[in-house]
DNA sequence: CGCAAAGTATACCGATCTGTTTCCTTTGTC
DNA sequence: GACAAAGGAAACAGATCGGTATACTTTGCG
């Protein structure tokens, strides 16, 4: 393609990853299908094509990479996720069952291990790594999400729903991940859907 | 203290923990604190006080140890979990909402680092791996000791309340192991409670 | 007692780990 | 075209990994 005019140039920049982000998404998916500590550097230079030097130009260390993993993931993850439920539905409440429809999609992905952030907690139990703060952080923007669309549903107790749909969707994803014969998020969605009735009831 | 008698030595005997005993007791707490890779098995013959040698005279390889520990630990959770589930009270019902507190006290234990089952998975995601099984196992038991719980209080959708009450469950273990803050078990057991309400109007 | 099984301690092996260093090439910019 | 920054390839370091081998000690039991 014959190069006319800057802006195709800056767009074509953005669209090729730089090496950082190139090593960030190749980290995520090894770090996501075989965990943290059994991935290594190597691998994922490998995978990545990038050299050693270039890492640890970017990064002090593994955990450092780990840690823009896990940053990085977070933003990206949820944006994804909300726009899809947002074309889920145009109620709120249907946007809120919508969820899950859009977890069960997640599920049945190829490229579905697990969470990211359970899977950090799990390898690295310390409270005080700097690991937690981050993981604590994404479930806690995600449980936010669910209130703020319990808030537009118009349901009065939206903090205590938010935290029980929160924790069904906690629940689908763990048990998607180890026994993946479970439609799990169908039974989280007949979960929600009886605590959302309930709340309904109380709310009139 | 005097010997007197058989059967006083073969208690003590028993009480005593036998080296193959000490090695899946230790890996298990290590494994279930440190995660699968990031426990060597040099600490765990440390922390046991057992060498080298004993280890690979009990098991072929570490992961035969992973799998003694998955195995052992799924009866002996198992009957344990079930045994405070007895005494937390008598009706069916009361037994099946006394399963989160008695996880209450479990996520309140200074040994409660998360399920063994799931950081296993996280960390050995090919489906085709040895400790897949196991791991499915033990969600399938714990689920199918909830539906009998259920059928006993008389449910007639007993495995569809199984089901979500499972899923509760687990997304309260996760949440705990995450962010200890939350008080995972009683958002869990309020959520069961609406569960079983709409499940109790639905079978007069 | 005497013997075999089980145990300890320790050195060792090859592989792999994170991270550093060296030397050379590419690339973008003034 | 020159120069500095970034990147690549590969050797290297020190530690640790899972697992084996050797030599000696303890223990249970007929």
Redesign the interface.
Known sequence: MIQTCIPILEVHAMATLSKRDQLVKTATELFA???Y??TGIDKILQQAGVSKKTLYHHFRSKDELILAVLRDYDSLFRNDFMKQVDNEADSPKGKLLGVYDVAERWFNSDDF???M???A?????D?KSPFRDV??QF??LTRNYLEELCVEAGYRAAA?LA??L??????????A????E?D?AR??R??AE??I??QEKKSH
């Not at 907690?121 to 139990?125: L, N, P």
């Not at 929160?166 to 689908?172: F, M, N, P, W």
């Not at 991940?177 to 993946?180: A, G, I, R």
């Open positions: 299908e075989f965990g500590h059994a291990f697990g969470c952030y359970i899977k907690i799990g390898e690295h139990s409270p993981c604590k479930k806690k205590e935290d029980q929160a924790l069904l969707l906690e629940g689908a994803i763990v048990t991940q180890v026994s993946p479970i799990a039974i989280a007949d979960a009886i605590i009735s309930a």
